[in-house]
């Protein structure tokens, strides 16, 4: 099984805003990295639309670092392949997972899609992927 996730809210509890102008700390969600080792993908694609970039107010170096540092992580947690692809403008994530899905030869019954809100359901829909709500997950402690 593949899985699609985004990072903002995802991954990590909170991402890029207008006033980031420097490294901020990353606070990785470690509920959700814990339910996708559970659930021993095959492989993990990290989408996402950062329209910051191509507004110019977010420098993609440093982008390109922070995520970079959330797939390492990821990829180290759950001893999978994690691949990175983002949209330097907004555009649902949904049609970058449709490119993913042709690109890769992926059946929509071999992928799904972890999200928390509705966009993410959107993206589902758009991609003919099933969706799984990170918020229905429990802390075990």
Request: glycine content about 6%.
């Amino acid at each position: 099984m593949i899985l699609f996730v985004d990072i903002e809210g995802v991954l990590v509890q909170q991402c890029f805003r207008k006033a980031d102008t420097t490294f901020r700390h990353i606070i990785l969600n470690e509920r959700n990295f814990a339910w996708i080792k559970s659930q021993n993908f095959e492989r993990i694609f990290v989408v996402t639309n950062q329209k910051g970039i191509g507004e110019g107010w977010l420098d993609e170096k440093l982008f390109d670092f922070q995520i970079g540092y959330v797939a390492r992580a990821l990829k180290l947690y759950t001893n999978t392949k994690v691949d990175v692809r983002y949209y330097p403008y907004e555009r649902p994530n949904g049609f970058l997972i449709k490119d993913i899905l042709k690109e890769f030869n992926i059946e929509k019954n071999n992928a799904v899609i972890l999200g928390n809100r509705k966009n993410h359901k959107k993206d589902a829909a758009l991609s003919g992927l099933k969706y799984i709500d990170a918020k229905e997950f429990k802390d075990e402690n």
